[in-house]
């Protein structure tokens, strides 16, 4: 599975933005989307996940409950993070994850698969 994610960029505080990931390659019919972040200096964290479990289920890390929402397209294998009310300590890179299970999971270490980052700015 190959994981390509885009979307990231210079966003003043307080502000909106949209990350995608698509995945390609053979997958699962059940399994696992999310996002996770890596500020400098801090070790990558959850973010987000998109799961399905119970048909459907979304997982959202306190820090951002409220502010952003996962979203995914089945058919085209696509996970969006819409991220709203921007904060200076959301700047990070943000990482794109895939799980070949349909049981979400916070744990940075649960998934297989890693899209290389994108970079999300939001100045103070």
């Known amino acids: 599975v190959q994981l390509q994610a885009f979307g990231g960029g210079l966003v003043q505080a307080g502000g909106s933005l949209r990350l995608s990931c698509a995945a390609s390659g053979r997958a699962s019919s059940s399994y696992t989307m999310a996002w996770f972040r890596q500020a400098p200096g801090k070790e990558r964290e959850f973010v987000a996940a998109?799961?399905?479990?119970?048909?459907?289920?979304?997982l959202y890390a306190a820090s951002v409950k409220g502010r952003f929402t996962i979203a995914r397209d089945n058919a085209e294998k696509t996970v969006y993070l819409e991220m709203t009310s921007l904060k200076a300590e959301d700047t990070a890179e943000y990482y794109c994850?895939?799980?070949?299970?349909?049981?979400?999971?916070?744990?940075?270490?649960?998934?297989?698969?890693w899209g290389q980052g994108t970079l999300v700015t939001s100045p103070a």
């Open positions: 994850a895939f799980r070949l299970s349909g049981l979400g999971s916070v744990h940075l270490g649960d998934y297989t698969y």
């Open positions: 998109s799961s399905d479990w119970r048909c459907g289920r979304t």
